[in-house]
């Protein structure tokens, strides 16, 4: 009898679980009802963009084109003046300091760093605009001044740039 129950408990086992596959068991995937219903849910309206940021002010625009030509302006004059400054900056700029030629040349590259100054009132300037500008964009979203300003200011920042090499090698030369 043992045998018997061995082969009996598995048989009977195989025919109970083929029982639990029946295919009437399992959910249909057929459309519910409740899912063929249609128009209930609102159509999305789209958000309208925001306007198109308003250009920089008349006024700004003025402002900053003044400013651009004050420190070309003064970037023409610093240019007149650079021959006359390295030429003296070579013949007496390596003298003993307290020299003719030394105070001539100190003189000559003073003059120099005078007509940069010029350009630099304008570029603080620039900063100023360019920080309380900077100040209101953050509250009204609009950047078109700000922007503005960054373009002008990049283009004195080349100027003073291009001065600041020139005067650092005249200083180099200079003995002292």
Same mark, same amino acid.
């Given at each position: ?5 061995? &082969? !009996?408990?598995? $048989?009977?086992?195989?025919? *109970?679980?083929? =029982? ?13 009802? &409740?899912?063929?219903?249609? #128009?209930?849910?609102? %159509? &999305?309206?789209? /958000? *309208?963009? %925001?306007?198109?940021?308003? %250009? ?10 003044? $400013? ?5 302006? =003064?970037?023409?004059?610093? #240019?007149?003046?650079?021959?006359? =400054?390295? +030429?003296? &900056? ?6 003993? %300091?307290?020299? /003719? ?7 000559? !590259? ?14 603080? /300037? !620039?900063?100023? $605009?360019? *920080? ?11 950047? =078109? ?8 200011? @990049? ?6 740039? @291009?001065?600041? *090499?020139?005067?650092?090698? $005249?200083?180099? +030369?200079?003995?002292?």
């Amino acid at each position: 009898m043992p045998r018997a129950s061995q &082969v !009996l408990v598995p $048989l009977v086992l195989v025919a *109970t679980l083929s =029982a639990c596959a029946a295919a009437n068991d399992y959910p249909s995937l057929a459309r519910r009802p &409740v899912e063929r219903q249609s #128009g209930s849910a609102r %159509p &999305v309206t789209p /958000e *309208t963009p %925001p306007p198109p940021p308003a %250009p920089a002010s008349p006024v700004l625009t003025t402002r900053l084109a003044q $400013l651009v030509d004050q420190a070309r302006d =003064a970037h023409q004059r610093f #240019g007149a003046k650079r021959a006359n =400054a390295e +030429r003296l &900056v070579a013949s007496g700029g390596s003298g003993a %300091p307290g020299s /003719e030629g030394w105070s001539v040349a100190t003189v000559a !590259l003073s003059d120099l760093e005078s007509a940069r100054s010029d350009a630099m009132v304008a570029l603080a /300037e !620039l900063d100023q $605009l360019y *920080t309380s500008e900077s100040i209101a964009a953050s509250e009204t979203g609009n950047h =078109a001044s700000v922007d503005a300003i960054v373009a002008a200011r @990049d283009q004195v920042t080349a100027l003073v740039g @291009d001065e600041d *090499t020139v005067l650092a090698s $005249l200083r180099g +030369r200079m003995r002292g």
